[in-house]
């Protein structure tokens, strides 16, 4: 498949989340846990990242060696995280349970900011009796958007996915996202196909098997901060 438009996968993860207003419409808990998330898999399709063989639940994540840094400070950050850990304990480690710096949050407004920058969002900020109370990150490019979910439908509708909208749809589906994005589609047929599509060789199984295992973190790391902020 070939895309006019084609994004770091947080970018478009994060394009996905905004409304029509540009506010993000997934509550903090599915939030940081998706960035993070998208952040150990972006650095896996990068190269930086690589699942060690063994058994899936317990394998770690490791660095490739002669692989530079990334550019972005930020997922430089991610990585040092993430090595040495499984790709569930990663998630919690940058946007979890486990993080305490929220490094999660500095993702999504590093990420918001270049995406501004490009000018496909404009950032917003809202004032009240002359004080800043919060931002919102409009879009000035509505067709990247358009492209993106047209990717992804075009995938649930039976096409063969990149390996970066293989774990785009995973990620959405961790965090159901994907009816707001497809209200007119089956939810339930929906979600069965976006869980099939980790099952369907697209790509490497290293890096089809890494999507996986972050899917399940993100999932794993909703119910634990969920549970540990209601306890």
Not at 203 to 211: I, K, L, M, R, S
Request: net charge neutral.
């Amino acid at each position: 498949m070939t895309s006019s438009y084609v994004w770091p996968l947080p970018a478009e993860l994060l394009l996905l989340m905004l409304d029509d207003e540009g506010r993000l419409r997934v509550d903090s808990t599915k939030r940081k846990a998706a960035v993070a998330g998208a952040a150990v898999l972006q650095l896996v399709l990068d190269g930086v990242l690589d699942l060690e063989p063994g058994e899936p639940s317990r394998a770690r994540l490791v660095a490739r060696p002669g692989v530079a840094a990334p550019q972005s400070g930020v997922l430089e950050q991610a990585r040092d995280r993430a090595v040495g850990h499984t790709p569930k304990d990663a998630v919690a480690r940058i946007g979890g349970a486990s993080d305490w710096k929220g490094r999660a949050n500095d993702i999504q407004e590093c990420v918001l900011e270049e995406l501004a920058a490009a000018r496909v969002l404009e950032r917003f900020q809202h004032r009240q009796l002359r004080v800043f109370t919060s931002t919102s990150w409009p879009i000035r490019r509505p067709e990247v958007r358009s492209d993106i979910q047209a990717r992804i439908a075009a995938v649930l509708d039976g096409a063969q996915p990149d390996p970066l909208t293989a774990a785009l749809v995973g990620i959405l589906n961790a965090i159901d996202l994907l009816p707001k994005l497809f209200p007119q589609r089956d939810k339930k047929t929906m979600r069965h196909l976006a869980e099939q599509i980790g099952e369907l060789g697209w790509g490497a199984e290293a890096v089809a098997q890494a999507v996986r295992q972050v899917q399940a973190a993100v999932i794993a790391s909703i119910v634990v901060s969920t549970t540990a902020a209601t306890s």
